[in-house]
């Protein structure tokens, strides 16, 4: 994953890693490191669901996921705000989804009012961070968006399906958010090793961290010519160059 | 600079006004009237007791016990004794036109107006910053907000203040975003009254797409402009009715 990929312009990818290959390789670790921990977590709970041979309950889900989220926005320089799962319609009931997600070190519950709602499945079916993964049975990031269901911070989430039987449906998500915040402390030094304009955005090209004064998280941004292009885990790159649009 | 007569500043006195110990009760029955006002709970419904509540909400079981008596209080939940007792989401609990109009009352001209202000401020400056960041999908999501004329008042009601939060969430600014939620919070039930006026409707509805069309464009001034007419629409219908309360 951490391959310095294409070259724009005419400078050819230096023979040894320099010190930008070096900074781009441990933005990279870090978001990749974050999608594969995701996908231990999606794995580990597809099985421990499928064991519990279809009597699946809001107790057992949260007895399943609460120790992993503890885990996870517990951990010392963890990138995770909040973390958890949402389970699709038809794992607990028909049109029932369930939340067992928790956020912050005094792991704060998320929407769970919501589990007392009988059509709570309509809460999630739009939302991007849920409907990607559970339509394609892929991996995705949502953002950097506005969460308006947990933090109300500028954050990205990872989500991941999560499968009881390797052909079976999509039984739920895993998920983990990361703020902005918290990913500009970790991206910056090494973002700032690789250029004074250089910027990590994700799939659309928008600014999620940027060392340029004038290209704010958010920001629609374009690589400039020359350019080198540093891909940072399944779907981010970083642009040593980049403009605003 | 003396900022008052006493030489001490403003904003060091705010820091000595008592802070309302109610903060948490209130927000608690804040989330349930919101998830009744967005359909997530509905009339009949039976509630969780004030231990399930409590757990879920991460508060203390006096903090939903208060808060539950508040609700009850206010009308918004019934409680049943018995074995098949329990707390229930009453009937006739949506945003009636009635409160909302007890509501205006309630409230001075002056209050109206600089509630206004503020809320326009807020949703303009989002509005420009949305002209600038949006992408093809925001503005998909933005249009499926505009509600259609033949809606009734309280999906518009809805769909009105669904729509200036896209806004925020276009313009991706978490203060923004925030400070216009606890403004729709502190408009309440008011924008209710408005929405049941065909022509306030006709009229809001050309702005939205003319809103959405400006944030499209990239065209801030435009975004914030259409913004402003779009709340000072709902302002000049709010005061003209509560003129003729005198």
């Not at chain 1, 739920?172 to 902005?180: A, S």
């Not at chain 1, 500009?184 to 955005?201: F, H, K, N, Y």
């Not at chain 2, 403003?10 to 110990?21: G, N, Q, Y």
């Not at chain 2, 999908?137 to 505009?146: P, Q």
């Amino acid at each position: 994953m951490s391959e310095t990929t294409s070259t724009t312009g005419s400078l050819a990818a230096p023979a040894e890693p320099g010190p930008a290959d070096r900074a781009a390789a441990e933005l990279d670790a870090t978001i990749a490191g974050i999608e594969q921990r995701l996908a231990v977590w999606a794995a580990e709970t597809g099985a421990a669901l499928g064991a519990l041979s279809g009597k699946v309950t809001g107790t057992a889900v949260d007895k399943l996921i609460r120790p992993v989220v503890a885990e996870l926005v517990q951990l010392p320089d963890g990138y995770a705000a909040g973390a958890g799962f949402i389970a699709n319609s038809g794992l607990l009931g028909p049109e029932r989804s369930y939340i067992a997600w928790w956020q912050g070190a005094d792991l704060e519950p998320v929407d769970a009012l919501a589990n007392f709602s009988p059509n709570s499945i309509s809460r999630y079916v739009k939302a991007e961070w849920f409907r990607i993964p559970v339509e394609t049975g892929q991996a995705h990031v949502t953002g950097p968006y506005v969460d308006f269901l947990c933090t109300d911070e500028y954050v990205l989430t990872f989500t991941h399906p999560v499968f009881t039987r390797p052909d079976g449906p999509v039984a739920g998500i895993v998920g983990i958010d990361v703020t902005v915040q918290r990913l500009e402390r970790g991206a910056m030094p090494s973002l700032r090793r690789i250029g004074g304009r250089a910027t990590l955005v994700n799939g659309d090209g928008r600014a999620v961290v940027s060392a340029a004064s004038d290209i704010d998280a958010g920001d629609l941004t374009a690589p400039e010519v020359p350019c080198q292009h540093y891909a940072v885990g399944r779907t981010f790159t970083v642009w040593s160059d980049a403009a605003r649009l | 600079m003396l900022l008052s007569p006493e030489g001490t500043s403003r904003s060091l006195a705010a820091v000595f006004t008592p802070i309302k110990s109610r903060g948490l009760v209130d927000e608690v029955c804040g989330r349930i009237e919101q998830a009744v006002e967005t359909g997530l709970l509905t009339s009949g419904q039976r509630l969780p007791n004030e231990t399930e509540l409590a757990s879920a909400l991460g508060v203390s079981a006096v903090t939903a016990r208060e808060a539950l008596s508040q609700l009850r209080a206010s009308g918004i939940i019934r409680t049943a004794r018995g074995r098949s007792g329990g707390s229930f989401i009453a009937d006739n609990v949506l945003p009636s036109r009635e409160r909302a109009l007890a509501q205006l009352h309630d409230l001075s001209r002056l209050q109206i107006s600089d509630l206004a202000l503020h809320y326009e401020a807020i949703a303009a400056a989002c509005a420009g910053v949305a002209a600038r960041r949006s992408d093809a999908a925001d503005i998909a999501t933005l249009r499926s907000f505009i509600p259609a004329a033949d809606d009734d008042s309280l999906s518009w009601r809805l769909a009105l203040s669904e729509f200036l939060l896209e806004v925020a969430a276009i313009a991706r600014s978490a203060r923004l975003a925030r400070e216009l939620i606890r403004l729709q919070a502190d408009l309440g039930t008011l924008t209710l009254l408005p929405c049941a006026d065909p022509d306030y409707r006709t009229c809001t509805g050309l702005i939205l797409a003319d809103v959405a069309a400006a944030i499209e464009a990239h065209e801030a001034r435009a975004a914030e402009t259409g913004v402003k007419a779009l709340i000072s629409a709902t302002t000049d219908w709010l005061l003209t009715e509560q003129a003729k309360r005198y």
